[in-house]
């Protein structure tokens, strides 16, 4: 206490500027804003919103309409469905000749869609791969306290770490069952088979990857067709993808920040390449796109529901006219004659 109030002068008179610093693990340093200036754009009612879009070049059939939709979808949510729209250099906002605001919202709307059908693919992976990781590691080890042990992970660290967020996540969980479990038993943790129900999808990703011994997981990689080592890394980017429908960000058109590796030894039927000739000749984008996590859905899906309507609903959706015509596959990653590759033509 002393010593606080000792300080606390100190750091009031010579605090930081907090706006100007940046951090990397424990290290601080701090920014120059020679090239910076202070945010001073004031907030613009609807009209003015329109207002603006039409003297930057962007067109509007039925202008009520689009304050109705503003009024309801926000400027800066719909300005990630324009940004392709605009001239280079695209820092000045000018759309280039053509671009309505109508297709904006109609992307808006198909990408909505497609987030709804990614996130329900994915939820019937995750449940699947919790129930494998459950099952799997639970009757190897004769018991559902397993993950309470530190040798089952790679590092301590990693271990540390895993539990204190299982830890949290039952301490903050309503769930009846556990209600149940926390009133009956002395244990300080439930079974596994109880307790990674209410994990993140990140932590059972988690889990998987900091397993000390990766040969466990080869049983639940071969329910889904995979090498362990491929399971792990589209796990990861499953939740990425999971993710960003959560949270109702755009998605058809992202790069996918955590990539998955290629399956070299596919068990069942497969595409020739999940990148296209857009990316690799003109843009020279390496990153790879959605279509890419598409096609892992579709394969896993394959394995965990053989009668999965995924395929036919993203087709379904692409071949909806009023999205047809505004949608181009090849941002979002489709190479061409991609349907005709094993996978999606089977």
């Not at 889990?207 to 362990?228: A, M, R, T, W």
């Amino acid at each position: 206490m002393f010593f606080y109030k000792l300080m606390l002068p100190l750091y009031q008179q010579y605090r930081p500027d907090l706006s100007t610093m940046c951090t990397f693990g424990r290290s601080f340093f701090y920014m120059t804003s020679a090239n910076k200036e202070t945010y001073a754009k004031k907030p613009k009612i609807f009209q003015e919103q329109v207002e603006l879009l039409k003297q930057r070049g962007l067109h509007f059939v039925d202008e009520q309409r689009a304050v109705k939709i503003l009024t309801y979808v926000s400027y800066n949510r719909l300005s990630n469905y324009w940004h392709f729209m605009l001239k280079e250099p695209k820092d000045d906002e000018q759309f280039k000749t053509g671009s309505k605001f109508i297709d904006v919202f109609r992307l808006y709307q198909f990408d909505s869609e497609l987030r709804t059908l990614t996130f329900n693919a994915i939820e019937q992976l995750e449940v699947a791969i919790r129930t494998q990781l459950i099952y799997h590691l639970s009757i190897k080890n004769n018991s559902g306290f397993w993950y309470l042990d530190k040798e089952h992970f790679n590092t301590i660290p990693n271990y540390s770490s895993t539990l204190n967020k299982l830890v949290k996540n039952y301490d903050e969980s309503k769930q009846e069952y556990l209600t149940k479990y926390k009133k009956k038993y002395t244990n300080s943790m439930p079974p596994a088979w109880k307790m990674f129900e209410v994990a993140t999808f990140r932590t059972i990703s988690t889990i998987l990857k900091n397993l000390n011994e990766q040969k466990q997981i080869i049983p639940i990689s071969n329910s889904f067709g995979l090498h362990h080592s491929v399971l792990t890394s589209w796990v990861e980017c499953l939740v990425y993808v999971r993710n960003v429908c959560a949270h109702h960000q755009r998605l058809w058109n992202i790069g996918l920040n955590i990539a998955p590796v290629w399956m070299k030894s596919p068990k069942d039927k497969w595409v020739s390449r999940w990148e296209n000739d857009n990316q690799a000749n003109i843009t020279n984008d390496k990153k790879l796109k959605l279509y890419a996590a598409l096609c892992m859905i579709a394969y896993m899906l394959k394995f965990v529901n053989p009668y999965n309507n995924f395929k036919d609903n993203l087709f379904k959706l692409i071949e909806i006219p009023k999205y047809k015509h505004t949608i181009n596959l090849a941002d979002m990653g489709f190479p061409e004659n991609w349907a005709q590759e094993d996978l999606w033509s089977e």
